[in-house]
């Protein structure tokens, strides 16, 4: 099971941290990736990480105001938002993909995932 939170209502230059902790597995063994979809619009695959060597990839709209972090000891994943726009607005969820195979960016842009959780809203104002 993974379980997101974090998400909230933030001004528009504000900052969140979501996280996803997961329960029943270690993370450790799956490449880990925060998705978002706002209504009426397309998922995105925001960004990922890598079970084998923590590498990462962003998507060009977070590049360089989204961190994503792991913590293995808490069996949880991080996201840190800086600098949200109101084009950030959606709800956020993190998934796993055991098929470690693949690439981080793979995983982002092709949706590539075996789980998911029950998702995190977050809204910016602008």
């Known amino acids: 099971q993974l379980a997101e939170s974090g998400g909230g209502l933030v001004q528009s230059g504000g900052s969140l941290r979501l996280s996803c902790a997961a329960s029943g597995f270690t993370l450790d063994s799956y490449h880990i990736g925060w998705f978002r979809q706002d209504p009426g619009k397309k998922q995105q695959g925001v960004s990922c990480?890598?079970?084998?060597?923590?590498?990462?990839y962003y998507s060009d709209s977070v590049k360089g105001r989204f961190t994503i972090s792991r913590d293995a000891a808490k069996n949880t994943v991080y996201l840190q938002m800086n600098n949200l726009r109101p084009e950030d607005t959606a709800v956020y969820y993190c998934?796993?993909?055991?098929?470690?195979?693949?690439?981080?960016?793979?995983?982002?842009?092709?949706?590539?995932?075996?789980?998911w959780g029950q998702g995190t809203q977050v809204t910016v104002s602008s």
């Open positions: 990480i890598s079970a084998k060597d923590g590498s990462t």
């Open positions: 998934a796993v993909d055991g098929n470690t195979r693949t690439t981080v960016q793979s995983m982002c842009n092709d949706y590539e995932y075996d789980y």
